[in-house]
């Protein structure tokens, strides 16, 4: 079929109207931030969004009673993950029921896409999501973290853990370092919403 | 030739073959642990019950041989029913930490549970029988907890190495596979082992937490080991060779290949592969350099050399390689030889009656096919030594290795190398060209059989090295004398049409399994009695 030239009548000549329009829009809002309070905006970062308890932040690798990795390294999440942004390499654990253990686990967080996949994924609640959502650094390299800023995870306690669907599951409890410092210094339980805490 | 009726479709087979191996020529996978087609039937599994008109009770494929009339039924609800309750039966011991075991993905467990179980363990993980796990048998890791008792590795051990090393120990619910005192295992064939398991309970110590095998791409190829040419699968992840496991060919290694040949894989990745080239400035001191350079260099000396040059293929190219290195020596109307082997690496091991042949190189028969072996090394040592070789061309370096040959190196004025690893004898040369490896190349072996099988890239080479061919081509083009061919597939059209025994021959129809050639292969240049 031969091309068809199609022409479009495009105004393009609105006159101001449209002008002053947008800027009436733009003048409404200023003095209702100024004099009403109505801001759509937040003082970041003294002030923070209320986030779901479901929240799926930065993640948190869980402990065993004695401390070490819940995980073991059978690359579910690595498995799951849609970005490709987790890298294990496991070893040998000297107690023979569990054998296996991550001795490299990070999470590329620049890569992530916080989908969740992994938590989901995993067959021993070893990894699960925080609400921390407030990601800084330097470099790049920065941002792929490491097996043991994921159990630390310092800031946990801020914000509170996100999504952990496994939380009822109540015959493989986990430890999670920063909450149990959260509950010792601070006396805080948090918990999944409607939901009585741990 | 006995016809029957498997799930309603007509096949007529040959006398003697099972109800198993006629289901899978139709396609029809009957669910099984202990059948394996290259050992013998033991039939202890019972997984693979099916149901036979006229036979009251459910028999197994496996020990069923197909007569004129038979129907046999895999997928009526009795045959579905003994499924199920088979595996239900076989897992209620299972310790179920497919997390942990490297099995997991190729696990026959795994597979037959989600086509034929799906029921809910009526057994608690903490009532199970414990079992043995972790025990190390050298190149083998042992879990006996895992184990569904098939015996595939006991009959291994008696059939295929004839060791014996494996045997059932206790009764009942804990019978468990050992072996005596736990000696660990100690054949060259201790890998397939972990090849045959169908689950879990032996897993090979070299693999052991690398990687988990969803994440493995395969390529098809062959093992270059020695001159039985195994078929075997490359695993790779990310251009790094991750394991090699045996290709089934019934006509070369069976389902089997022996673990010299599988820890090759571990030579590609060497941190000392030649990935760059070089050449010896003016101060004879080695300074890096392009590889088309360094092609410039070396096609110059050999033009100068001209007829007192002299080259040495190596047994280990591909035909392609050897047929551009032919195609060169014409070109240059130089000497030509290639050499079998390296002395040193007869030692290591003999050959055995198994696959593991004396050659340790994979295409000495295609050297002499393409006849190679026109010299002689000797004679063209003795040359050097003479003065009457002005440039030498070697692929690989096995000539550098030679103690004998030190004196006769040392006179020739200009020697190239294409060379795949670093080796201290390479400062012999002048310069040094990057080759690829085996597996990262196309092409086809010929093996002591006059089988040509194909070879497969499955990793990029390191850095700028290159197939032999293609220096070689390089070289030819140097010398105003190019290949039309731009490719291995059309390099060895050309071998097809030239090389005697090879005629018709092409990547199509060497195909997955090699092509095997008349064993006579090309009458010898015969001197008639008297002449």
Known sequence: ?198 | MPRCTIDGREIEVPAGTSVIQAAAKLGIEVPHFCYHPDLPVDGNCRMCLVEIEKMPKLQIACNTTVSDGMVVRTTSPKAVEAHRTTLEFLLINHPIDCPVCDQAGECYLQDNYMVHGLHQSKVELEEKVRKRKVVDLGPIVLDAERCVLCSRCIRFENTVTGTGSFEFRNRGDHTEIATFENRPIVHNYAGNLADICPVGALLSHDFRFKMRVWFLESTDSVCRGCSTGCNVRMDHRDGELQRFVPRRNVEVNQSWICDLGRMLYKDVALRTRVSRARRRGASGAWEPAGVEETLDDAAERLREAGGASALVASPRGTNEDLFAFGSLADALGARLDFRVGDPQQKLQVREDNVLLRADRNPNTQGCLDQGLGRTGVAAILADCRAGAVRALLLQGTELLHLPEARDALAAVPFIAVMATHEVPELDLAHAVLPAAEWAEVDGTFTNYRRRVQRVRPAVPPPGEARPGWQLAAGLLRRLGTPFTATSARELFLEVARTVPGYAGLDYKVVGSTGRALETEGPAPPVVAAGA
């Open chain 1, 1 to 198: 079929m031969a091309a068809r030239v199609v022409t479009v009548d495009r105004n393009t000549h609105p006159g101001v109207g449209p002008i002053l329009l947008g800027m009436w829009i733009t003048l409404k809002n200023l003095l209702a931030t100024l004099f009403l309070g109505q801001a759509s905006t937040i003082q970041y970062p003294e002030e923070k969004r209320k986030t779901s308890g479901r929240y799926r932040g930065i993640h948190v690798l869980t402990a065993r009673q004695d401390g070490t990795p819940k995980c073991v390294a059978c690359y579910m999440c690595a498995t799951a993950c849609p970005a490709e942004c987790i890298y294990i390499e496991s070893g040998e654990r000297p107690e023979i029921t569990i054998e296996k253990y991550p001795t490299r686990f990070e999470i590329d967080l620049l890569r992530c896409v916080y989908c969740g996949f992994c938590v989901d994924a995993c067959p021993e609640e070893a990894i699960i999501m925080s609400r921390e959502n407030d990601l800084v650094g330097r470099s790049r390299e920065e941002m792929i973290i490491d097996r043991d800023r994921l159990m630390a995870r310092g800031k946990l306690a801020e914000h509170g853990p996100g999504y952990r669907p496994e939380e009822h599951d109540v015959r493989r409890p986990v430890r999670i370092a920063a909450l149990e410092r959260l509950e010792a210094e601070h006396g805080i339980v948090p918990g999944m919403p409607g939901r009585p805490g741990r």
